[in-house]
């Protein structure tokens, strides 16, 4: 969900390409949002994979 093709790190934030309308953002913002902590988590180093068990 955070792989959009212009999507990247710069130091310690996060920078997503939005579309440039307001609905378009809206909808991303609805997707990105619930898994935005997670990938911080991972980005910064404090989180895990999700997945493993």
Do not use: D, F
Request: some cysteine; aromatic content about 0%.
């Amino acid at each position: 969900m955070l792989s959009r093709a212009v999507s990247g790190t710069r130091g310690k934030t996060l920078i997503v390409n939005l579309p440039g309308s307001v609905k378009g953002v809206r909808e991303c913002l609805e997707v990105i949002m619930p898994v935005l902590p997670h990938g911080l988590e991972i980005l910064s180093g404090r989180g895990g994979e999700c997945g493993q068990g």
